[in-house]
């Protein structure tokens, strides 16, 4: 008779109930597929007394994590407590430094001590796996991990938080604005009451510094990661993209360039046509280029108890079936550090949106700045309130307008420099909006 794999739940929150809840439900097909049943034997929350629709008295209650990571009636531990640094840290180090097996979705945790996590199970031989830390119920861990040996990866890019696709997507479908979305979906429960760390792009971040690792076998990174959020985006923006041919989506982008690694998170212009354009509401997607599969798009729940739970639950039975891999793909010691590509060196075309006074010669003087720094304009675009065009058809009222470039390949340099010249000569009135665009 095979032993059961002990599996103990550290957080018993929206993930971690519904682990302990599909594992009692599979119980058996678990067993049959992983050729080893898997058994929760403890659990530990900070309230024993909360209703989580959850028969627990089937479990040992462990009020300490770390007391339950060390538990000889445990052989795996699945964290699901959350934060990069107290409870979950400590939860996960005793496991490992008790020989236990790791689950856990936590990618705050491993964008910041993912390396010395990964050393440290390395060393003791047990599984370190985190398949719902990077876009929840998408297995693009597994994918960048284990099946795409036969490739060399150019790019990934994604979009990794359903909080701001959510966001972006109702902006642009109803004309509303930012602020009146993010309230829509904190009252759905999409949006945390402080909602900083998606709209600011982290959560993007923390989780493109795992992708980036496993998708160039380079050390992870995280403060090497340009973040910037969609909290400055605009409905007119949205409509400017959609006349030009594009949609606005926050993307977190790895890639290999000439000047090495770049990795960044932002307001990106995606063509209409990609697939990634497709992508609306909470759903996530994952886009990876490699040289012999080409374009690989993986689109699914990117967060919710039962498809988080759902990679978690993979993991785990992975770990039944005998696998222990390297976490990050290869051994830490030949995870090479990863050359950082500036941001400024960054290279695409951008759309760029001034607010300009309606008068002739303005979009002259623009045009003049940006040829001075080799930037080639593909289109410009003046766009005058009704008001001041029935006003004024000459378009010499001075009022406020916005004026939108649209530029070929440029550097990120190169067009600051542009917009210092631009705003030092007068001819803005707002700070410019600056979004760049990802071209398939
Ligand atoms: N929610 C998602 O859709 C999703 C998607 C992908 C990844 N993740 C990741 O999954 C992890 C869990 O997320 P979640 O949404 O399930 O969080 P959550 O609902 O806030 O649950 C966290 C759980 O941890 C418990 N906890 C907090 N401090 C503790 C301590 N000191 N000792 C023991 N237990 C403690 C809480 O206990 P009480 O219940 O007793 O207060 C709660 O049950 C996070 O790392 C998150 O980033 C979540």
Redesign the pocket.
């Known amino acids: 008779m095979i032993e059961p794999l002990r599996v103990g739940v550290?957080?018993?929150?929206?993930?971690?109930a519904s682990v302990v809840r599909i594992l009692a439900r599979q119980d058996n097909a678990l067993a049959d597929r992983g050729g080893r049943p898997v058994r929760v034997t403890a659990v530990?929350?900070?309230?024993r007394t909360?209703d989580r629709g959850l028969d627990l008295s089937r479990y040992a209650w462990i009020d300490d994590?770390v007391a339950l990571a060390r538990s000889p009636e445990v052989d795996c531990v699945v964290e699901?407590?959350?934060g990069s640094e107290?409870?979950?840290r400590a939860t996960v180090e005793a496991a490992i430094a008790a020989g236990k097996h790791v689950v856990t979705?936590?990618?705050?945790l491993l964008a910041k001590h993912g390396l010395a996590l990964a050393r440290a199970a390395e060393a003791q031989g047990t599984a370190l796996c985190f398949e719902?830390?990077a876009a929840?119920g998408i297995p693009v861990i597994k994918t960048l991990r284990e099946a795409l040996h036969g490739n060399a990866v150019r790019r990934v890019y994604g979009i990794l938080n359903g909080t701001c696709n959510y966001i972006l997507t109702r902006m642009e479908q109803e004309g509303l604005s930012f602020a009146e979305c993010l309230k829509d979906a904190q009252r759905l429960g999409y949006a945390e009451a402080d909602p900083t760390f998606d709209v600011e792009g982290f959560d993007t971040a923390h989780k493109l510094a795992i992708l980036t690792s496993l998708a160039f076998g380079v050390e992870i990174d995280a403060d090497a990661i340009y973040v910037e959020g969609i909290s400055k985006i605009s409905t007119l923006d949205l409509r400017m993209a959609d006349e030009l041919g594009y949609r606005i989506k926050l993307l977190g982008v790895a890639e290999r360039t000439k000047t090495g690694i770049e990795q960044r998170v932002h307001p990106t212009m995606v063509p209409k046509s990609s697939s990634i354009a497709q992508v609306t509401g909470v759903t996530n997607a994952v886009t990876i280029d490699a040289d012999a599969v080409r374009e690989l798009t993986l689109i699914g729940p990117g967060?919710?108890?039962e498809a988080?739970a759902s990679a978690v639950i993979g993991d785990i039975g992975d770990i039944a079936s005998g696998a222990v891999r390297p976490p990050f793909g290869r051994p830490v010691a030949r995870l090479e550090r990863a050359q950082r590509a500036p941001m400024q060196r960054h290279e695409g075309g951008y759309y760029i949106r001034l607010t300009v006074p309606d008068r002739p010669g303005v979009a002259a003087g623009v045009a003049t700045h940006m040829a001075a720094q080799d930037i080639s304009i593909e289109s410009i675009l003046q766009k005058r309130s009704e008001l001041a065009a029935t006003k004024d058809p000459h378009g010499k009222s001075g009022a406020p307008v916005p004026l939108v470039l649209v530029t070929y390949a440029a550097e990120e340099a190169a067009i600051r420099a542009a917009l210092d010249k631009i705003a030092a000569d007068g001819l803005i009135s707002e700070p410019p909006q600056v979004i760049r665009i990802e071209r398939e």
């Open positions: 550290a957080g018993l929150g929206t993930v971690g530990s929350s900070r309230d909360r994590p699901l407590i959350g107290g409870a979950a979705a936590n990618k705050a719902a830390a929840g967060a919710g108890g988080t």
